[in-house]
């Protein structure tokens, strides 16, 4: 086994403490991969938060990270050490299933192996995160990281960004698309970029005027405050596609209205029970959607369109001494709009 330090969970505190940790040794088509930079997700709060009743869990979150290829197994040719890469939410999959083919491992029938809290398909160990200094990975789940795209402010592309990028993609939108993404955190200011790179009309909504000059900074034309019956009529039947990032659990009705006919609400950021009333789908054929993660294609895909655009995630970057504080500022939504660990005091 491979020996480096990471942030493990402490049930007994709910905290994050330092830790040695064990990484397997390459398998062939492996990659080990010294952790520079760790996105911090929402996922990761969520996960601390469960396994506080688990005394016999093993947790150590981070699923949004790049670095650089340290080691490479006996089979890997299209990377080297010293390249830099980056990796996501997802490190295997069957390969086999119709979802798999289709380059959609995302949606895995076997269901993904995640990059923390899943299990090894070969071994049956616990997959433990990123957030540590070093992480050994399939070649085929590291994407090669662009030039010019900087490693610190990428890292939350790979959960947040190929979180948004897929509906844009998979709902068509480009020039001529009228867009309104609805909450402005770390997946809705991804979501406005992308949006407006494109070429789409992006419009943000809020619920509060308070954020109208950053949706403007990041791209967007058009800015309706949630709250203003006035202003939510106004755009009555408007966007071809609503892009909802919300993370709390909130009625769907009122982004309905303003989604267009044969229109598109892609509900993304409250993966919890939702209701709908019939009618707000019925008049105007309108759909409902959602996405999560993405396949490997569509992963490299929006990381090259990122670079080509100068797309990253607006951070705040802290050494990863300061994960809990990370974590309990995240818990109260203070951070515009993600925030990333630099793993180098791990050393």
């Not at 930079?37 to 699923?63: I, K, M, R, W």
């Not at 795209?149 to 509906?167: F, I, K």
């Not at 892609?266 to 105007?284: K, R």
């Amino acid at each position: 086994m491979r020996s480096t330090t990471g942030w493990q969970a402490d049930s007994t505190t709910g905290t994050l403490r330092r830790a040695a940790l064990e990484r397997r040794e390459l398998r062939p088509d492996d990659i080990a991969v010294r952790v520079d930079y760790c996105g911090v997700c929402h996922t990761d709060l969520h996960a601390l938060q469960a396994l506080e009743s688990d005394t016999n869990g093993v947790l150590v979150p981070g699923h949004e990270f790049t670095g650089v290829v340290t080691e490479v197994g006996s089979a890997v040719s299209d990377l080297a050490p010293g390249d830099p890469v980056a990796v996501g939410n997802i490190v295997d999959s069957c390969g086999t299933c119709r979802m798999c083919q289709a380059g959609q491992e995302n949606f895995c029938r076997e269901f993904p192996t995640l990059t923390y809290g899943g299990t090894d398909r070969h071994d049956g160990s616990t997959t433990l995160g990123g957030y540590s200094r070093e992480y050994v990975v399939s070649n085929r789940f590291a994407y090669p990281l662009p030039a010019g795209l900087d490693a610190a402010a990428t890292a939350p592309l790979l959960c947040a960004g190929v979180t948004v990028w897929e509906p844009l993609q998979a709902l068509g939108v480009g020039p001529g698309s009228t867009v309104a993404v609805a909450g402005l955190g770390g997946l809705g200011h991804l979501a406005v970029k992308m949006a407006t790179a494109l070429g789409a009309t992006t419009s943000v909504i809020s619920r509060s005027l308070d954020k109208a000059h950053e949706a403007r900074g990041l791209g967007a034309e058009g800015f309706i405050v949630s709250t203003d019956p006035g202003q939510m009529e106004a755009v009555r039947d408007h966007f071809d596609v609503v892009i909802d990032t919300v993370s709390a659990p909130h009625d769907l009705a009122p982004y309905l209205r303003v989604t267009a006919m044969d229109g598109t609400l892609s509900h993304l950021g409250h993966l919890g029970p939702v209701t709908v009333e019939t009618m707000d789908l019925l008049i105007g054929r309108k759909k409902l959607s959602s996405a999560g993660s993405g396949g490997r294609p569509s992963t490299a895909a929006m990381l090259h369109f990122c670079a080509e655009h100068g797309i990253t995630a607006d951070i705040e970057l802290l050494p990863s001494s300061q994960v809990n504080k990370a974590l309990e500022r995240l818990a109260r939504n203070d951070v515009r709009y993600r925030f990333v660990l630099d793993m180098s005091d791990l050393d």
